[in-house]
C-alpha cells in the first residue's frame, strides 16, 4: 500500500539546534513530495516542495529538504531553530499521474527549548 | 485576500443530527478536497473533486457525502453524526502543478 511515514511522533530541540525531521515514503514511483507546518490551531501552510530537479530544495523560514531516491526519503531540515518553529510538521505526497491526492504522514510535534 | 474560505470554524452537534460544512475558493482551481485531521493520524482524504460536476472517494468517506456545487463551492455533509466524527475538517484546493491551498478548518464535536 502506498504510504507516508514520519517515524518521530514528537522531537524536542533547544533554540538555536539544527534540526532534522524524518520523512519516508513508500511509492511505486517517485511521487511529489511536500512539506506543511501547522501552528497551533492554523491551517497547514506549504513550506517547500519537490517535483524534480536538484535533490536539495530550499523553502520558507530557512527550512530545507533533501531528496534521496535511494532511500525513499524527504528529510527535512533547519540549520538553527527559532521559538516560533514550535508546531506540527506533515510530510505528503502526490502520485505524478492519476489522481492529485495529497497523502500526509501522521504528522511530527517539534517542541522547542529556551 | 484570494484562498479557501471554510465555515463554520467551531460546531457542537448531538449524536444523530445532521449539518453542512461549506467550503469556497476564489483561485479557480479544477481539484477541491475535504480532509479529516486526528490526533497521531495526520489528514486522511474524506472525498475529493478533480472538477466541477465529479466527485470520488478518499481514504475514509463513510458518513459523509459530499457536493460540488460549481467551481468555486464544495460542500461536506455529515446526514447523521456520530461521536467518531469529532475532528478537524479542513477543505484544500490545489492547481495542477500540484500545489495546495487550505482552508482554516471546522472544529466539530459530536456529542
Known amino acids: 500500500a502506498q504510504s507516508v511515514t514520519q517515524p518521530d511522533i514528537h522531537i524536542t530541540v533547544s533554540e538555536g539546534a539544527s534540526l532534522e525531521l524524518r520523512c519516508n515514503y513508500s511509492?511505486?514511483?517517485?511521487?511529489?513530495l511536500f512539506w506543511y507546518v501547522q501552528s497551533p490551531g492554523q491551517g497547514l501552510q506549504l513550506l517547500l516542495k519537490?517535483?524534480?530537479?536538484?535533490?536539495l530544495v530550499q523553502g520558507i523560514k530557512g527550512f530545507e529538504a533533501e531528496f534521496k531516491r535511494s532511500q525513499s526519503s524527504f528529510n527535512l531540515r533547519k540549520p538553527s531553530v527559532h521559538w516560533s518553529d514550535a508546531a506540527e510538521y506533515f510530510c505528503a505526497v502526490v502520485r505524478v499521474q492519476g489522481a492529485q491526492k495529497l497523502v500526509f504522514g501522521q504528522g511530527t510535534r517539534l517542541t522547542i527549548n529556551p | 485576500n484570494a484562498g479557501v474560505t471554510q465555515t463554520p470554524k467551531f460546531q457542537v452537534l448531538k449524536t444523530g443530527q445532521s449539518m453542512t460544512l461549506q467550503c469556497a475558493q476564489d483561485m479557480n482551481h479544477n481539484s477541491m478536497y475535504w480532509y479529516r485531521q486526528d490526533p497521531g493520524m495526520g489528514l486522511r482524504l474524506i472525498y475529493y473533486?478533480?472538477?466541477?460536476?465529479?466527485?470520488d472517494k478518499g481514504e475514509v468517506p463513510n458518513g459523509y457525502n459530499v457536493s460540488r456545487l460549481n467551481k468555486r463551492e464544495f460542500s461536506l455533509r455529515l446526514e447523521s453524526a456520530a461521536p467518531s466524527q469529532t475532528s478537524v475538517y479542513f477543505c484544500?484546493?490545489?492547481?495542477?502543478?500540484?500545489?495546495?491551498?487550505f482552508g482554516s478548518g471546522t472544529r466539530l464535536t459530536v456529542v
Open positions: 511509492y511505486g514511483a517517485t511521487p511529489y
Open positions: 484544500a484546493s490545489s492547481d495542477p502543478t500540484p500545489r495546495s491551498t
Open positions: 519537490y517535483f524534480s530537479g536538484d535533490t
Open positions: 473533486s478533480a472538477s466541477e460536476g465529479t466527485t
